[in-house]
């Protein structure tokens, strides 16, 4: 892109440049730091960036335009000037009525996508009855027992007109399933449901623990729901292959981006290995990063992001449909980040990091409320957060051109080193045996527990600054705030709940369908159709994960993977 002359020209001023002025500067003066580093430590960032550190950039073969490969610049050939992303504000919580309060709530201030967060005994499978629920029931989002808690969820809210995000991993085909049936019942056609299933059980294994079944007949269930999805629901993304849970387990920037292709990898080898074409599944297949704090590592690793994959999917398994190279991601801003101490500063932060998401070209965004280092978010801090996205959409100019990064010395430089390293870790991966057995070996895992080690060290040590925590503390005792709790008559008013849609359903229904979806685990038949009959008898996700449990089995830790 730069001539050879005037790279050499650029050289030598900026050598003259740190010997006339910069040296003079640093001798009086020193400066802040010895060493600067992203926000993670991963690229060590130069005092200055000219031409000479983009010399080798083919503009066509490494950036090319919005729409067109390698698409670094986006996926979209006219990225958010035709509209903006979805913004998705996350929510559940406590009992479905709670939950289809919040979303009419969430729509009527404009959000334009729903994101349902599911308590934890939802993401394992338990129903709110169950002795391993006992505590948890709503309190990390709403509790789903079964078809008639989605039905209550989505109560005045047609399918037809909402994309519906549901971040659920080991029963993510139940949920479909319910969501699915949901859907039937308000006669919208299944080409028309839009929306994503998280779906990712390698990230589990990985970063947050939420499995059930071991490795194989997990993987199994996910390429039923391609195979299942690719003919049924075409508009519905089957995966959402995360990195946000890695980064948030403490993970670079780097590790984030190449433990999450890798985990791809595995899901489209695993899928053809299944029978599948790639073609079949690929371009519903998307992505979910974490926006954290330094905007310019942020906006270098979604950058990359898109460019490796698409590399990855065209040498690898050459696809004839250009949307199977195509890496579309939702974002939400780091919760790792949030602090309890002084709150009203991760408005800022969550800011800055929805700033980078859309400087990176985010599909769609959720922001965090500021008050979830404390609780689930209240109204107000969800408006907030809310609001962040649609000011940064309608009035900062952030959203008027496509990738407006693109050409900056500094962005163009640190979107190939985070490029370079995360392929140095990929190629780590590989040598172990790809994905699976890196997590089998607890390799992965030890990666992100020595980067998370010793970010730790680092803020302990002041030598990473966190503000309002160790430093720039007030010693005022900070003011009580409003949070929302999930009570015991909550989760009780669940479980009354569950009771009486035991006691309505036709038993003999629901023993036939959970008999089917026996008979059909034991064979190689796809179980998704099997699961929707048994949702919609009103079998609960207790009932169809146990039937599964027991031809599966459960995966314990430590366990061959």
Known sequence: ??????????????????????????????ERKETFTTDTGGQEVDRLYTPD??????????????GEPPYTRGVYSTGYRGRLWTMRQYAGFSTPEDTNERYHYLLDEGQTGLSMAFDLPTQMGYDSDADMAAGEVGKAGVAIDSLEDMETVFDGIPLDEVSTSMTINAPASVLLAMYI????????????????????ILKEYIARNTYIYPPEPSMRIITDIFEFCAEE????????????????????????????????IEYVETAIEAGLDVDDFAPQLSFF????????????????????????????????????????????????????????????????????????????????????????????????????????GHESGAADTIDPLAGSYYVESLTDQ??????????????????????EQQWVQRQIQDTAFDRQREIEEKERIIVGVNEFEIEDEEPEM???????????????????????????????????????????????????????????????????RDEFGEYQPGSAV
């Open 53 to 66: 550190d983009v010399a080798d950039l083919d503009y066509e073969e490494d950036l090319g335009n919005p």
């Open 233 to 264: 629901t075409p508009k519905f993304n089957t995966i959402s292959i995360s990195g946000y849970h890695i980064r948030e387990a403490g993970s670079t920037a780097a590790q984030e981006l190449a433990f999450t292709l890798g985990n791809g």
């Open 1 to 30: 892109m730069f001539d050879p002359d005037e790279l050499e020209e650029i050289r030598a001023s900026k050598e003259e440049w740190h010997e006339e002025e910069v040296e003079p500067v640093l001798d009086r003066f020193g």
């Open 289 to 392: 990063f974490n926006g954290h704090n330094n905007i310019f590592e942020e906006v270098a690793k979604f950058r990359a992001a898109r460019r490796m994959w698409h590399d990855i999917i065209d040498e690898r398994f050459d696809p004839d449909d250009p949307k199977s190279k195509q890496l579309k991601f939702h974002t939400q801003t780091a919760g790792s980040m949030l602090t309890a101490q002084q709150i009203e500063n991760n408005v800022v932060r969550v800011a800055y990091q929805a700033l980078a998401a859309v400087l990176g070209g985010t599909q769609s965004l959720h922001t965090n409320g500021k008050d979830e280092a404390l609780a689930l978010p209240t109204e107000e801090s969800v408006r907030t957060a809310l609001r962040t996205q649609q000011i940064l």
């Open 418 to 439: 985070v490029e370079e390293e995360a392929y140095e870790i990929l190629d780590e991966v590989e040598e172990r045996g790809g994905m699976l057995d890196a997590v």
């Open 181 to 200: 049936a949901v859907g039937d019942q308000q006669g919208v056609d299944r080409e028309e449901l839009r929306g994503t299933i998280q779906n990712d």
């Open 482 to 548: 409003d949070v929302e709790e999930v009570t015991e008559e909550d989760q009780q008013r669940q479980i009354d709940s569950l009771e009486e849609t035991r006691e309505d359903r036709d038993d003999e229904a629901v023993d036939a369908a959970l008999e089917a979806l026996r008979d059909a685990a034991q064979s190689d038949q796809n179980l998704m159709p099997y699961i929707i009959d048994a949702v919609k008898t009103y079998a609960t996700v207790g009932e169809i994960c146990n039937v599964l």
